[in-house]
């Protein structure tokens, strides 16, 4: 995925509904991938990783996907409250551990 | 926990003067910390790499004169921007790897820049 973005997508998400997070990599040899939460004026907050030899991991009230015949990554947030309104970033770790961050998807929890 | 602090947490700088901002990784050793870069509504750009003891490597377009960063111990990294101007004004966010090899990175809260 782009590693810069001017505009960030928003989701909108009512309180409770299931939320959908989508990310395209680049990298058909990238093989370990993390999702952050950043709130505002905050720094990234790892939520969950998930390495290229699987392509579903769960964790608590989250759960991300990946397909790597397509290059996509997917998280997906059950029952969403709105503690997590925050912007959500996928990132690819590359060679020396450095992450290649995507653009970012605003999600706003509506009451 | 694996806890990383920047400070300040939000400066604003005069223009043409330069700013230093600490990163520290409180409870555990990083041979390795990371410079981020962030403007409003973006992603996070990776500036450069910090390794304790030896010479950051910086990213392409980063200018290693003006953001000068020293990595003098397995707990502190800093980020020196130097001249500053109106267009360095963002969020810098820097990050912290274990010395024991895990890959994971431990982000610090944020410093916000902002040149007047």
């Known amino acids: 995925g782009e590693s810069v973005g001017l505009h960030l997508p928003t989701l909108s998400v009512q309180e ?4 959908i997070i989508n990310c395209a990599y680049s990298n058909s040899a990238s093989d370990y991938f993390i999702w952050y939460k950043q709130e505002s004026g905050k720094g990234p907050q790892f939520i ?3 390495r290229s030899n699987m392509d ?13 015949t397509v290059k996509h990554l997917s998280l997906q947030i059950a029952a969403t409250q709105p503690g997590d309104s925050a912007v959500y970033f996928c990132a690819e770790v590359a060679s020396w551990g450095k992450l290649q961050f995507g653009a970012g998807t605003q999600v706003v929890v509506t009451p | 926990g ?7 947490s939000w ?17 555990f050793q990083a041979t390795t910390m990371f410079w981020y ?28 004169d003006k953001f000068l960063i020293n990595h003098a111990s397995l707990t502190l990294s ?27 990175q431990y982000f610090g809260p944020g410093t916000r820049l902002t040149v007047t």
């Open chain 1, 16 to 19: 409770g509904d299931n939320s």
């Open chain 1, 48 to 50: 969950i990783d998930i």
């Open chain 1, 56 to 68: 579903k991991r769960q964790g608590q009230r989250v759960t991300v996907l990946l397909n790597k």
């Open chain 2, 2 to 8: 694996a806890v990383v602090s920047q400070h300040p």
């Open chain 2, 11 to 27: 400066v604003i700088c005069k223009s043409g003067t330069s700013v230093k901002i600490e990163c520290r990784s409180l409870d």
């Open chain 2, 37 to 64: 870069r962030q403007f409003p509504k973006q992603s996070l750009m990776l500036m450069a790499t910090s390794n304790e003891g030896s010479k950051a490597t910086y990213e392409q377009g980063v200018e290693k």
């Open chain 2, 78 to 104: 800093t980020l020196t921007v130097t001249s500053a101007h109106p267009e360095d004004s963002s969020f810098y966010i820097c990050s912290a790897q274990r010395t024991s090899g895990a890959s994971e």
